[in-house]
């Protein structure tokens, strides 16, 4: 079975979901182990060549800190270290996609966000999504 974007994308934000709670570990690291554990995921073969997994992953990881500052330029209600794990995820995720991946029209970042908090979390937190990404999109 192939794999599309989509699902590429969710696999990146589930990764960086994890890699939140193992700040010390190195991210070239985090990412074999996270491979060992998909492989016995159906697309497996399709996962492992997949350039964009990969580089987004360790991308948005190495922004880290980057990201936060955006992020907290932007956000007129909370502080970054009170947005819980799932939100910084997909938006660590989505600010990769719009400032570092040409390839990806920041419309498409945008919404898939916004789908993946609603999925993993729920709609207060996608439209705070979708309002910090708007914010940062039109300041660019």
């Not at 190195?26 to 060549?49: G, P, V």
């Not at 991308?59 to 270290?81: D, L, P, Y």
């Amino acid at each position: 079975m192939a794999i599309n974007r989509r699902d590429e994308r969710e696999l990146v934000f589930v990764m960086l979901f994890q890699a939140s709670f193992h700040k010390d570990e190195e991210h070239d690291k985090l990412y074999e182990i996270f491979m060992e554990d998909l492989s016995e995921d159906e697309r497996y073969e399709d996962i492992m060549a997949s350039t964009y997994i990969k580089e987004t992953f360790l991308g948005a990881a190495s922004h880290e800190e980057e990201f936060r500052e955006r992020i907290q330029e932007h956000s007129k209600t909370r502080n970054v270290n009170r947005i819980s794990r799932v939100s910084l995820s997909v938006l660590f995720l989505a600010l990769y996609e719009m400032f570092y991946n040409d390839d990806i029209p920041e419309a498409i970042a945008i919404n898939e966000a916004v789908e993946l908090v609603k999925k993993y979390y729920d709609k207060k937190a996608a439209n705070f999504v979708n309002g910090i990404l708007g914010n940062i999109s039109k300041s660019k």
